[in-house]
């Protein structure tokens, strides 16, 4: 199989993290507020496989495997229990997607 050298895209990606982010923000202008908080801790649970969907949305979570931690997590997932759980008309302990809050309304 012969593959046309006009059609393929090579990407030069900077040395280190800082640099490919500030890439990205000079290039991108929309990406600029994901690298400013960059700093801020994302919401991650460890997989749970008894819930691999939301309770509220019922969207499947994105799934990826730490290799520092050894261990399958939810990205953008949190767990909720008791009064915030009530709020959302779901069990106590139930994984949901931390956009699913954020679109209620009723945030973090």
Same mark, same amino acid.
């Given at each position: 199989?012969? @593959?046309?050298?006009m059609?393929?895209?090579?990407? @030069?990606?900077?040395?280190?993290?800082?640099?490919?982010?500030?890439?990205?923000a000079c290039c991108f202008?929309?990406?600029?507020?994901? @690298?400013?908080s960059?700093?801020?801790?994302?919401?991650?649970?460890?997989?749970?496989?008894?819930q691999?969907?939301?309770?509220?949305?019922?969207?499947?979570?994105?799934?990826?495997?730490?290799?520092?931690?050894?261990?399958?997590?939810?990205?953008?997932?949190?767990?909720?229990?008791?009064?915030?759980?009530?709020?959302y008309?779901?069990?106590?302990?139930a994984l949901v997607? @931390?956009?699913?809050?954020a679109?209620?309304?009723?945030g973090s």
């Open positions: 199989m012969q @593959v046309c050298m059609h393929v895209q090579f990407r @030069v990606l900077p040395p280190c993290r800082d640099l490919c982010l500030a890439a990205r202008p929309a990406m600029q507020a994901a @690298v400013g960059d700093q801020e801790e994302e919401a991650l649970e460890p997989e749970d496989p008894e691999p969907c939301c309770a509220i949305s019922g969207e499947p979570f994105d799934k990826f495997f730490d290799l520092d931690k050894e261990e399958w997590f939810y990205r953008g997932a949190k767990r909720i229990h008791a009064d915030e759980a009530e709020r008309g779901v069990q106590g302990g997607k @931390v956009k699913c809050l679109e209620a309304g009723l």
